[in-house]
């Protein structure tokens, strides 16, 4: 009998993730803890932790050929990015000829966000220890959302710039 339940997949039964798309992104902290800074009149104030994941977040596409990142915020205990993929598979220099779609499928996304989570956390460690803050925590999963249209873009868009303005209306809100 397994102990742990099985979690349910928010990712589309076999969609093709390492095709040209866009994919919004949020991933939030564990426990919904404030690691990133604070909101002031509308504006979010990153603190150290917060101008690493930004800076991580843009770094993404550089990291990657082929993605950019498109929109992105950080809030103080989630962060949201458009990750735009304009032809590439994941590994750009691995043979994926003979990989099924499903193979395929679980290279882009995930592998992008495993490897942002891990590189965020060992950057923050770093600095954690010298000002004595709580090391970073990411909750287990994500969300991820694929846009499908133009509409569906421009809603996610305004809602990314926006989302500062909206920080205690905001489902991930915390005071």
């Not at 969300?143 to 205690?168: A, M, T, V």
Request: proline share 3%; hydrophobic share 35%.
């Amino acid at each position: 009998m397994d102990i742990f339940p099985q979690r349910k997949s928010l990712r589309l039964k076999n969609y093709d993730y390492s095709q040209v798309g866009l994919y919004f992104i949020t991933i939030c902290t564990q426990d919904k803890k404030p690691y990133f800074g604070q909101i002031v009149d509308g504006v979010m104030q990153l603190n150290s932790y917060g101008q690493i994941v930004n800076q991580c977040i843009s770094k993404i596409g550089d990291l990657h050929i082929g993605l950019n990142i498109d929109c992105k915020v950080v809030m103080p205990n989630h962060v949201h990015f458009i990750i735009k993929n304009v032809g590439v598979a994941y590994y750009a220099t691995r043979n994926m000829e003979g990989m099924s779609t499903q193979e395929k499928s679980k290279m882009l996304v995930p592998k992008i966000i495993q490897q942002f989570k891990t590189s965020t956390i060992k950057l923050t460690k770093q600095v954690s220890g010298l000002h004595a803050m709580q090391p970073l925590q990411w909750q287990r999963g994500y969300y991820e959302h694929i846009i499908r249209d133009e509409n569906s873009y421009q809603k996610i868009y305004e809602y990314i710039e926006s989302n500062p303005l909206r920080w205690e209306l905001d489902q991930y809100y915390s005071d």
